[in-house]
């Protein structure tokens, strides 16, 4: 097989790795906290994504958080009703970072992410974590394919994220009363990401499909994980924020799993 094309395949399992840790760590877990992860889990999923993204995950959180709190109005972090679809699309990782390095930000939005001893010792140094990702490519695949295979890695995940926030708040099927858009074949490419629509309509939900022919690839991570004790879901329903197009709320909301049983 030529050089070229193993290292595309790599780079692209490379970014799916990434891209699961997005999904089910940064996202449903940390920020949302649709689901718990057992201690071993938790951590593993830090590790991984420290090498397959550098991402602080207190940043990332405060700033998708902050997105939630301001869904394409003044204050949103990237949206593309504000900013233009392109200056979203190609100019995430700059709107990213602006926000992740506001530390108000991060402390008003991540206070319940304190860093701790291996923040300070291995996960806040994303240059590192990214460096031993690279030098585990270059030594299992050779370096020419591992630095390849990097490169498409890189590509490949900043504009599939990229993709969320851009065309997932610009594109596709509208199902509830919110600013974003479902896309199937975005899904596929983002663990589950692509129903965005259904994301910010339920943003507690571990679950991203709500309908059938919607197909949610991090729900099968997810689903593993607690079928092997590594994960809880925290709600067992769907609990909405915002309407299906042209309804109002169910009036009866599912109470909270952990609430006082003489309270529900
Ligand atoms: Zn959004
Ligand atoms: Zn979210």
């Given at each position: 097989m030529p050089q070229v094309l193993s290292a595309l395949i790599i780079g692209f399992v490379a970014s799916q790795i990434a891209v699961v840790c997005t999904t089910?760590?940064?996202?449903?877990?940390?920020?949302?906290?649709a689901l718990s992860l057992s201690p071993g889990a938790r951590f593993a999923f830090r590790l991984v994504t420290w090498v397959s993204t550098g991402i602080r995950p207190r940043q990332w959180v405060a700033v998708h958080r902050k997105h939630h709190a301001f869904t394409d109005v003044e204050?949103?972090?990237?949206?593309p009703l504000l900013l233009g679809f392109w200056k979203v699309q190609l100019g995430n990782v700059q709107l990213y970072r602006k926000c992740a390095r506001d530390g108000e930000v991060v402390r008003r939005y991540a206070k319940d992410l304190p860093a701790d001893k291996w923040d300070r010792a291995l996960f806040d140094h994303g240059v590192l974590g990214l460096g031993l990702g690279l030098a585990f490519l270059c030594l299992a695949f050779g370096w020419q394919v591992g630095l390849m295979a990097a490169g498409f890695h890189v590509v490949i995940y900043l504009a599939i994220n990229a993709a969320v926030n851009a065309v997932g708040h610009m594109f596709g099927k509208k199902i509830?009363?919110?600013t974003a858009r479902n896309s199937q074949w975005l899904a596929w490419l983002t663990a589950g990401e692509g129903l965005h629509n259904n994301h910010h309509a339920a943003?507690?939900?571990?679950?991203l499909s709500h309908a059938k022919g919607e197909i949610d690839p991090g729900w099968w991570v997810i689903s593993l994980l607690v079928r092997t004790g590594q994960a809880k879901v925290r709600l067992g329903s769907l609990r909405l924020a915002t309407p299906r197009v042209g309804e109002a709320l169910p009036e009866v909301l599912e109470p909270e799993?952990?609430?006082?049983v003489a309270a529900r």
């Open positions: 089910v760590f940064l996202h449903r877990a940390l920020s949302h906290r204050g949103d972090p990237h949206s509830y009363e919110n943003p507690t939900s571990a679950r799993p952990d609430a006082p």
